[in-house]
C-alpha cells in the first residue's frame, strides 16, 4: 500500500515536470508554498509548484483507492471564455495546475473558488464541481488523477 503511494507520487511529481516543462512555463510563478485550505500560493524562486499537501481545495484529507494497481492520467484543458467544463467529480485524487487564465470551480453546496494562473490545489473527491472561466482570455490547466486500474477517476452529469 505504502510502496503504490510513493509510486504515485513520484510518478505525479515526473509528469508534472515534464508536462510543464514541455508547456514552457507561460508567465507563471515559479514556486508555489502550499496553504491549509488545499491551494498554493505564488512565491518567486525555485520551481515547487507544491509540497507536502494534504487536503483538497475543500479541506478534506487524500485518500488514495485502496484497490487495484495504480494509474496515473493527465489531460490538458483549455476553456475559452465564458466555457465550461460540465458537472463532473472526482473518484480519485487529482492534483491542478493553472497555466493560464483564472479558473472558477462552483461546487454543489455552492461554494465558488478563484484559481488565477501558477495556482496549484488538489480538486475535492466525490463532490460535483463545474469548471469555468469567467474572464476575457482563454484559461489553460494541467489535471492530473492519481488512480487505480478499474476505477474510473472522473464521473461527468
Known amino acids: 500500500m505504502r510502496s503504490r503511494r510513493i509510486v504515485a507520487s513520484l510518478a ?22 502550499a496553504t491549509a485550505s488545499g491551494e498554493a500560493t505564488a512565491v518567486e524562486g ?5 509540497d507536502a499537501q494534504s487536503l483538497t481545495a475543500l479541506d478534506q484529507p ?21 466555457q465550461e467544463s460540465g458537472w463532473r467529480k472526482y473518484r480519485v485524487p487529482a492534483y491542478v495546475h493553472v497555466l493560464e487564465g483564472t479558473l472558477s470551480v462552483e461546487y454543489d ?6 484559481f488565477p494562473a501558477g495556482t496549484s490545489f488538489l480538486q475535492a473527491k466525490g463532490v460535483w464541481h463545474n469548471v469555468s472561466n469567467k474572464a476575457d482570455a482563454r484559461a489553460q490547466f494541467l489535471t492530473v488523477m492519481m488512480g487505480a486500474k478499474g476505477i474510473a477517476g472522473m464521473a461527468e452529469r
Open 109 to 114: 453546496a455552492g461554494v465558488v473558488k478563484e
Open 46 to 50: 525555485a520551481g515547487v509548484l507544491m
Open 12 to 33: 505525479l511529481a515526473g509528469l508534472a515536470v515534464l508536462v510543464l516543462g514541455a508547456c514552457g512555463g507561460g508567465d507563471a510563478p515559479a514556486e508555489q508554498a
Open 62 to 82: 487524500i485518500a488514495y483507492p485502496k484497490k487495484g494497481q495504480a494509474q496515473i492520467s493527465s489531460e490538458i484543458e483549455v476553456l475559452e471564455p465564458g
